[in-house]
């Protein structure tokens, strides 16, 4: 049976059915009926689990050691970064031909808004979306699953409903019914912690959430309050935005084994400041502020940051101003966990202007940096590496 306003909705949530690991699977066809996790090494965590691995009981970001206790039988693959990214740009470029109004999420999901497109390519917005689901799955072999509504918070949630190779529709007349019996758990930013709060004020489904006054709900929520009492009524006025800002740069890794050896951890800071670096590179982007992330043996998370007299996207500038961060920690201890990363971004054509006059190398060492990502681009990532990179 049709939904009656299947082919009036235009604001759609597309998501990759477990994108990494059917990436491998597509890959090697000798994996299609096992269960994949993608991941690193038996302290890290996991990126990505495929459907069978789901079943029994595997999730992302669950610790490896857990995931290899309810899945012992598990194929476990390193994740291949840069050949998600090849067929994330690919899955771009379909969705461009549907309509410029794209906001990506990640590198498996995104919110189009389809709005005025069917005169163009002489079909509603529904029957476009079954298409791109069907050209990602014929020429990438990639399945994905479409949520399509009125705005982009229930197009989120459609997207999950029948997953994997799903396509779900939330019309806006069976809004309020939809929703009110569903945990508020479904609300995008309400984890753990958020589920405890509400629990205790009785609030456990859209249909609690109702009964509040909107006043109410700020005073006690704060501004959180206000969006959920939008959201209890399934309104979001956000747009599909293509251009929404992104926040912060980061890399991090966990370690197979905690570690104090200041050499590896030397080296890790650089790799981690490279990655930074590069990312910020392909983005335009450089930062204001340069962040080390440190996680210990007993879980307790270190966190330093240090303002930088002018933003940067030159990963020697990043690895020293880490590398003196990672020095003032006081009581050194075995770590579980090291990350670098940048914030308070700005176009890259702030970046790296003013010359450092207590460091008059500074300045010969990002025209090296320079040269080496022009030798990169031309042949390869691997083409160079600097020795600590290799400890």
Known sequence: MQHPELWDLSVA??????????????????????????????????????????????????????????????????????????????????????????????????????????????????????????????????????????????????????????????????????????????????????????????????????????????????????????????????RVSPHAPVKSISNETTFNEDTSDPDILDGHIWRMAEKVADRAKAKGLAGRVVVLKLKRADFALVTRRQALRDPTQIADRIYRTARGLFDQVEGRRPYRLLGVGLSELCPEAEADRTPDLLDPQAARRTAAERATDRIRARFGPEAILKGRALR
């Open 13 to 238: 949530h597309m998501d990759c059915d477990a994108f990494y690991a059917s990436v491998e699977k597509r890959d090697d066809p000798s994996l299609a009926d096992k269960p994949v996790i993608i991941g690193g090494g038996r302290r890290g965590v996991v990126s990505t689990a495929c459907y069978v691995a789901r079943i029994r009981g595997v999730r992302s970001a669950m610790p490896m050691f857990k995931a290899l206790k309810l899945c012992p039988d598990a194929v476990v693959i390193k994740p291949r970064m840069a050949v998600y990214a090849e067929v994330s740009r690919a899955i771009r470029a379909m969705m461009e031909d549907l309509t410029p109004a794209i906001e990506p999420l990640s590198l498996d999901e995104a919110f189009l808004d389809l709005s005025g497109t069917a005169r163009l390519h002489g079909a509603p917005p529904a029957a476009m979306l079954a298409r791109l689901v069907r050209r990602m799955r014929d020429e990438l072999g990639i399945t994905g699953s479409i949520g399509l509504s009125h705005n982009k918070f229930l197009a989120k949630i459609a997207s999950d409903l029948d997953k994997p190779h799903g396509f779900s529709v939330i019309g806006a007349a069976e809004t309020m019914d939809f929703l009110a019996d569903r945990p508020v758990g479904l609300i995008w930013g309400v984890g753990e912690a958020g589920r405890e709060s509400l629990s205790r004020a009785g609030i456990a489904t859209f249909a609690d959430l109702r009964r509040w006054d909107a006043r109410d709900l700020t005073q006690r929520f704060g501004s959180m309050g206000t969006r959920l009492w939008h959201l209890a009524r399934g309104q979001d006025t956000r």
